[in-house]
């Protein structure tokens, strides 16, 4: 519970006691809270640029990339380095890039990475061969590693009135979880009407429009000066982190029991035990473990790591229904997508940023969940002969309602009450999860699909009559078996949410309190 000023704003909360609520207590005379930041709407629409930019690079690629492995001479094996590669240093990297923000400071993180991602960008729309290309994606992830946890700690701190808040965090909420069906929709054009070189391109001029709006409207609040970094916690945490991508990355095409997915693994597992022994002994931990010890918090996350998990297949899936069951081209498989984006940002601006301030969290993180959920089973029903308007459409537009309706009050929820300090590492625990939930969620998916449609194919080789057809009736088979199991991890989010996080919704947040 928080209290308040005289003129009514929230302070950090306080264990309540007897006296605190007595009438005749008097408040003792606090300095009035300084006045909103006049540029703080602009501010957003920086930030935004950056998370959009961020959020669109890790699908962008995907549809360009049969037209960049032919230009570029890449073989089979070596073509999934152009997604891990942005994935392993993206998901592995982004604790530490949270808290070198919060040491150096949240909007000189944000430019140097906006910078670094400009120019890693263009050198990857200029690569010469694959290995080029590989560097470039490898700086990408870097880059957006810094540049994802400062983005998220700077919108925490410039937004702290409750109904502000909820309208920035629908905008940021929409962002992320429509920004992958952005990244598909804008590879597609890009890769059709320019060339593949374009799907890197593209992030310099977003770039340098952020990096001239920053210095004009990013105020950095006070956070940590002066501290150490924490560089066993970081070797620890990050190396665990990229054992983990890196597995999940080949069990796709080694299978599960390989040594090089399960070593990987096993290391990661190892080393995350080990950074979180370290955490709880270390004078300055990379990341304070009560940040997650909260409850709140932790069902947060909790949730927004299983949404992702059940979310993160569609796209894929979806893309590999359009293009290789209905024939779709490429353009037109990236506008298919429009209908999820457009329910995502309507379910995060229109619904939940305004039910929010009056509205307990996990109401809307549960009802987003059970919409998603049934969005997967009307796509667990497609056919080989299904039609897009009656079929697929409703599929996605619920799709999208429900992660819009989910991810925006997750992400104000996960990040409220933490000091402001503490901010950097606290966004990039929650941009780890749904990096996490994302590799992990499109390998064990696309597992379960590939299985199921090799067994219905197996089953069903015995009629060469429909040989083409049996393939294609194969792969729509797996793909329900994983949408099934999708609806199934979106339900068990549903849950999560419904019992641990709180009923109030957080009346304060992105304090710049002390720990």
Wanted: include cysteine.
């Amino acid at each position: 519970m928080s209290k308040k000023r005289p003129g009514g704003e929230s302070l950090p909360s306080a264990p309540s006691t007897a006296a605190d609520r007595s009438p005749d207590r008097e408040v003792p005379a606090a300095t009035p809270a300084p006045a909103p930041d006049p540029k703080r709407w602009w501010a957003l629409a920086v930030i935004a640029l950056a998370q959009l930019m961020v959020i669109l690079d890790g699908t962008i690629v995907n549809i360009a990339l049969p037209s960049a492995q032919h230009a570029l001479g890449m073989s089979d094996a070596d073509r999934q380095w152009v997604i891990t590669a942005y994935t392993l240093a993206f998901g592995g990297l982004l604790l530490l890039g949270g808290r070198i923000a919060d040491l150096v400071g949240r909007k000189r993180t944000f430019v140097i990475g906006l910078a670094g991602f400009a120019a890693a960008s263009a050198l990857g729309g200029a690569a010469t061969g694959p290995g080029m290309l590989f560097a470039a994606r490898a700086l990408q992830g870097a880059f957006a590693a810094v540049l994802a946890p400062s983005a998220l700690s700077l919108l925490t701190t410039t937004f702290t009135d409750p109904k502000e808040r909820a309208r920035a965090f629908g905008v940021y909420g929409a962002l992320a979880g429509g920004g992958s069906a952005v990244g598909l929709i804008v590879g597609g054009l890009l890769t059709e009407y320019l060339n593949w070189r374009w799907s890197l391109y593209v992030n310099v001029p977003i770039a340098l429009a952020a990096l001239l709006g920053a210095p004009a409207f990013l105020r950095d609040r006070s956070g940590r000066r002066g501290g150490h970094l924490d560089v066993p916690g970081a070797l620890l945490g990050c190396g665990g982190l990229v054992a983990l991508v890196y597995g999940f990355s080949e069990a796709e095409p080694r299978g599960w029991t390989s040594p090089s997915v399960l070593t990987p693994l096993a290391a990661g597992v190892i080393l995350l035990a080990a950074f979180v022994w370290w955490q709880s002994r270390a004078a300055s931990p990379l990341l304070p473990l009560r940040i997650v010890q909260d409850r709140v918090r932790a069902g947060s996350l909790a949730t927004m790591g299983l949404a992702t998990i059940g979310m993160f297949g569609v796209f894929l899936f979806l893309t590999y229904y359009l293009q290789v069951v209905l024939g779709y081209p490429p353009v037109r498989t990236g506008l298919a997508f429009v209908p999820i984006s457009a329910g995502i940002v309507i379910g995060a601006t229109q619904i939940a940023a305004r039910l929010l301030p009056r509205t307990a969290p996990r109401t809307l993180m549960s009802s987003g969940m059970v919409l998603a959920a049934a969005g997967m089973v009307l796509l667990s029903s497609l056919t080989v002969h299904a039609q897009y308007v009656t079929h697929v459409l409703p599929a996605l537009l619920l799709l999208g309602l429900g992660m819009g309706l989910t991810f925006m009050p997750v992400y104000a929820t996960a990040t409220a009450g933490v000091p402001a300090q503490d901010a950097g590492v606290a966004s990039a625990v929650l941009n780890t999860v749904q990096q996490m939930g994302a590799s992990l969620g499109t390998v064990l998916l696309n597992t379960i699909a590939t299985g199921a449609t090799s067994r219905y194919v197996h089953s069903h080789s015995h009629d060469p009559a429909h040989g083409g057809a049996t393939l294609n009736e194969g792969m729509v088979h797996g793909f329900s078996v994983a949408y099934w199991c999708s609806a199934g991890v979106l339900l068990l989010a549903a849950l999560v949410a419904g019992l641990t996080v709180r009923h109030k919704t957080p009346k304060h947040a992105g304090n710049d309190a002390p720990a």
